[in-house]
């Protein structure tokens, strides 16, 4: 069993090689797996952790793509159902020399949104110590809303300690009000809470980070809220009023956003795995944030060990 384990949809991406034109004008695309989830169980098994993954996807060629690529890099699928009533989750998206990117999706009533929560009671949660859950999942379906409050209350019921990115997806909700109801609820179940500025000013009206972060702690289990801040870094306030915020890294040369708060999340993560500071943490998910940004891919910038050293190396920082 791994000592990490989340749940989500794996995406299917056709990526566009085709620089600042759009989805109606590319021509040229590339075949690549994402997905928030999938991205962090990645990067935690790139920094030397085992990972697991619970999803599920059709009986179709993307669907035996999708379960290939996880293998590939060696994070657990035997929580990976299929099904053959349903497609595998896909979309495409747009090359962009500045910004973030556009997607289109086709999820709806994919075979991730329909995970049954019967699936959920056959997990094996003896081992794991983080679990980490997005707002993305229970954004599919009624019916994934479902076994991600299972997985939760499953969670909880262990004692294992869970972080929560609300990772706002607006278009797979059926209406704002309530996803913002829904991602709030489900944030209170959480031991560490990791918004961003934008996300706050939709959930809770502000991007004033403390007072993001004092909406987040009367969560009834959150006792940490992280509050991303962009290149400035992150802004972290605990239940025990300590607060304080941590310098990002400089991004040489910025490619490509998507998967930087998926890194920032996993880097936290692997820095508790391993028993480090909370300040340490924060740090290193700052690092890997950095790192994503410089590479095209949802993940292709998530370090090894070797590589987050000598990053942190030519910043002249010591993790401590």
Do not use: C
Not at 194 to 203: R, S, T
Not at 289 to 310: F, H, I, K
């Amino acid at each position: 069993m791994s000592e990490f384990i989340t749940i989500g949809e794996p995406v299917v991406t056709f990526a566009s090689t085709d620089m600042d034109a759009s989805l109606a004008d590319t021509i040229n695309y590339t075949k690549i797996l994402g997905g928030a989830e999938l991205n962090v169980a990645i990067g935690v098994q790139r920094l030397g952790h085992t990972a697991d993954y619970i999803s599920q996807v059709g009986t179709d060629p993307l669907g035996e793509y999708a379960i290939n690529a996880i293998m590939s890099h060696r994070v657990g699928a035997q929580y990976i159902s299929k099904d053959a009533d349903h497609w595998t989750g896909h979309q495409l998206k747009t090359l962009v020399s500045k910004g973030d990117p556009v997607t289109f999706n086709y999820r709806t009533n994919s075979a991730a949104a329909n995970l049954s929560s019967d699936v959920i009671e056959s997990v094996d949660l003896s081992d794991v110590k983080i679990a980490h859950m997005s707002g993305i999942f229970p954004a599919l379906s009624l019916t994934s809303r479902q076994s991600f409050r299972r997985l939760m209350d499953r969670l909880i019921e262990n004692n294992i300690l869970v972080t929560f990115d609300p990772n706002l997806r607006p278009s797979l909700w059926e209406d704002e009000a309530t996803m913002i109801e829904t991602i709030n609820e489900l944030a209170g179940s959480a031991d560490i809470v990791l918004p961003g500025v934008e996300e706050g000013k939709i959930l809770m009206g502000s991007d004033d980070p403390e007072a993001i972060a004092d909406f987040y702690l009367k969560g009834e289990r959150t006792h940490t809220v992280i509050v991303k801040v962009g290149p400035a870094g992150a802004f972290v306030k605990t239940d025990s009023g300590e607060t304080y915020t941590i310098a990002g890294f400089k991004a040489d040369h910025v490619v490509d956003t998507v998967g930087a708060g998926d890194g920032f999340a996993l880097g936290v993560i692997t820095a508790l795995l391993e028993g480090k500071s909370l300040k340490a943490a924060v740090t290193r998910g700052n690092a890997v944030g950095a790192l994503q940004v410089q590479t095209p891919g949802d993940n292709d910038g998530y370090p090894t060990p070797a590589e987050l050293d000598a990053f942190y190396e030519g910043k002249g920082v010591e993790e401590a």
